[in-house]
């Protein structure tokens, strides 16, 4: 396969954070299950303070290890290791992932027999077995983030009708076509990735593979998935405090409604973001009355006292 491209046919990019123990996790099960002719690997250390990329370079010298002075954000760090990348195909994939199955080289013959897709993912599940229903999704919508807001995704969330954005119903043992393909676990050729410019550097984290998928779409790829290429992904390991990442996430998901959506939608899906924090600091008000803890309560009263950061002016880099 090497030599059919005359070059690596996969240059892997993994974006490393305060999660040394589970990057070093996900190294171990990417060199065991893939055959190491295949890629080249680029880590980019986005200025851990845990000591990761000194464990990456004694563990894993083969690798490419970039170390950032500065914390880049998700979609700055990979902008950096594309430029290094040399495979024909990128391969964006999480540090809080662990690799089964051959999972990367079953994702890239998925790509090579659907050329015309584009960009391609494959399916998540947590350590348990459990479907992680994150790995793919459908564009946001006036409807979609009415359904989130109001809490009707949550109590039906295996209907497509109340669940549109995250394919309610839908168990991901099938191929199928996207709108966007999440960015744990991600690839595409490397001359898409040039023309579309990478990420979008105003998303610091958060919603940049939406924006790049939903980028792409426009130009009339068709993001597309697969069952036979499985991978464990743990979720937000590299970001502990709920209420902070719930203010980055309505941070960016503004800024993708700014860019992708028509100023009537924009508009709505902005009034839902309140009501779906009205909604929930509703609810959580209520357990605590009950006395069934005061943490989610924190964790929404603190969203709604930072509203100004996600209904704020939009600059470029203001997502993180």
Known sequence: MTEQYG?????????????????????????????RSL???IVVDNCSSDGSADAI??????????????????????????????????????????VLDRAVERLLAFAQRTPDAGIWGGRTQF?????????????????SLFCIATG??????????????????????????????????????????????????AFFMYGEEADLCLRAGAQGVRPRVTPDATIIHYGGASE???????VRLFRA???????????????WCTRMLDVWVWTRLSGAMIARMLGRGTAAWKTWAHVRSQSREWHGPLQPGDSR
């Open 152 to 201: 009707l995704a949550k109590v039906f969330r295996t209907t497509t009708l109340f669940n549109p954005e995250a394919f309610g119903g839908w168990d991901r043992s099938t191929e199928r076509q996207v709108d966007i393909v999440s960015g744990c676990f991600l690839m595409l050729r490397r001359e898409l990735w040039e023309s579309l410019g990478g990420f979008d550097p």
């Open 57 to 98: 370079a004694h563990e894993f010298p083969d690798a490419r290890l970039v170390r950032s002075p500065a914390n880049l954000g998700f979609a700055g760090a990979n902008n950096v290791a594309a430029r290094e990348a040399t495979g024909t195909y990128l391969l964006l994939l999480n540090p809080d992932t662990v």
């Open 240 to 246: 502990k405090a709920r209420a902070d990442k719930l």
């Open 7 to 35: 070059q690596r046919a996969l240059s892997i990019i993994i974006v490393s954070y305060n999660t040394r123990e589970l990057t070093l996790d996900c190294l171990r099960s990417l060199h065991a299950q893939t055959d």
């Open 127 to 143: 350590a348990d077995g459990r479907l992680n229903p994150a790995s793919c999704w459908a564009k946001p919508g006036a409807w």
């Open 39 to 41: 890629y080249e690997l």
């Open 253 to 267: 998901k503004r800024l993708l409604f700014e860019r992708h959506l028509t100023p009537a939608s924009r508009w």
